[in-house]
């Protein structure tokens, strides 16, 4: 059993920086693709399938991220630390929602409970 712990979610103006942490238990962490997603407002009750992908790293290190984000948010990883970040910097209002971490190693599939992000236009 994997247990993922988001951090590092608050109240930004619109143009600032957060720094979010996801720090996993388990040892499958360094051998997984991590993972942030986000729920906007309103959509609190949709399946997981409907969380928007934000940004991915995969075990060797190579990041894919959504359109809406390039340029503006970084994923990077600490194998050692077991921990994964996202660093989002001139952020929007429509950046707003809850962020999700997860971990993706076939077959496991966990999500960590979410942080939330509130950017005040």
């Known amino acids: 059993q994997v247990q993922l712990v988001e951090s590092g979610g608050g109240l930004v103006q619109a143009g600032g920086s957060l720094r979010l942490s996801c720090t996993g238990s388990?040892?499958?962490?360094?051998?997984?693709?991590m993972g942030w997603y986000r729920q906007a407002p309103g959509k609190q009750q949709a399946p997981r399938k409907q969380r928007e992908l934000v940004a991915i790293i995969t075990s060797g290190g190579s990041t894919n991220y959504a359109d809406s984000v390039k340029g503006r948010f970084t994923i990077s990883r600490d194998n050692a630390k077991r921990t994964v970040y996202l660093q989002m910097n001139s952020l929007k209002a429509e950046d707003t929602a809850v962020y999700y971490c997860h971990l993706d190693r076939v077959p496991y599939s966990y999500w960590g409970q979410g942080t939330q992000v509130t950017v005040s236009s």
């Open positions: 388990g040892s499958i962490f360094s051998d997984s693709t």
